[in-house]
């Protein structure tokens, strides 16, 4: 059974980044996509973009075009995610989650299993 | 991108209650949606897959139909742990969009 665990609550400055880590256990990282989405406090869910690891191939929401990067450890069965210029409207709790199987992304496409979330707080 | 609307956003019942929640997606997305349940500081849970399927190990009091544009969500009958927030979401394009949420309150 695939599980994915998240690094911990991070606090930033505005205008910082921030890297959180998702890492995999129990199953085969590379066969399958990771999303992350985020949710920001009382809001709903908002998707950010995924990798898929094994083409190392990844697409991001176009809110976040130029301040997200994506990657992938294959060794390690790890993805993180980066996300720049960091502004107060950015605190939220992000999710990874893993998505879609396949190279081509043509089955189960949904988030299933979810990590624990990881609660990011930006504040001067 | 494909706007999803859940409505309503918010409902109260009773237990034992059927209850009914309902997502429209602005373009065609055949039968490519899912539902969640997300109780509060938790993530969500997949419970629907492909519009119709129960994911394994959910109670089957918990449906869903649709296709197209139009998609329910029923809860046959409402349990106190199904209170919860209830996410649509379409993978018929990127970005993948949720519907705003649909927050489920005994009354």
């Known amino acids: 059974q695939v599980q994915l665990v998240q690094s911990g609550a991070e606090v930033k400055k505005p205008g910082s980044s921030v890297k959180v880590s998702c890492k995999a256990s129990?199953?085969?990282?590379?066969?399958?996509?990771i999303s992350w989405v985020r949710q920001a406090p009382g809001q709903g869910l908002e998707w950010m973009g995924r990798?898929?690891?094994?083409?190392?191939?990844?697409n991001y929401a176009q809110k976040f075009q130029g301040r997200v990067t994506i990657t992938a450890d294959k060794s390690t069965s790890t993805a993180y995610m980066e996300l720049s210029s960091l502004r107060s409207e950015d605190t939220a709790v992000y999710y990874c989650?893993?998505?879609?199987?396949?190279?081509?992304?043509?089955?189960?496409?949904?988030?299933?299993?979810w990590g624990q979330g990881t609660l990011v707080t930006v504040s001067s | 991108d494909i706007q999803m609307t859940q409505s309503p956003s918010s409902l109260s019942a009773s237990v034992g209650d059927r209850v009914t929640i309902t997502c429209q997606a602005s373009?065609?997305?055949?039968?490519?949606l899912n539902w969640y349940q997300q109780k509060p500081g938790k993530a969500p849970k997949l419970l629907i897959y492909?519009?119709?399927n129960l994911e394994t190990g959910v109670p089957s009091r918990f449906s869903g139909s649709g296709s197209g544009t139009d998609f329910t969500f029923t809860i046959s009958s409402l349990q106190p742990e199904d209170i919860a927030t209830y996410y649509c979401?379409?993978?018929?394009?990127?970005?993948?969009?949720f519907g705003q949420g649909t927050k489920v309150e005994i009354k």
């Open positions: 492909d519009a119709s």
């Open positions: 373009q065609d997305i055949s039968n490519y």
């Open positions: 979401q379409q993978y018929d394009n990127l970005p993948r969009t």
């Open positions: 989650a893993r998505d879609c199987s396949s190279t081509s992304c043509s089955k189960q496409n949904w988030f299933d299993p």
């Open positions: 129990g199953g085969t990282f590379s066969s399958y996509a």
């Open positions: 990798i898929i690891p094994i083409l190392g191939i990844a």
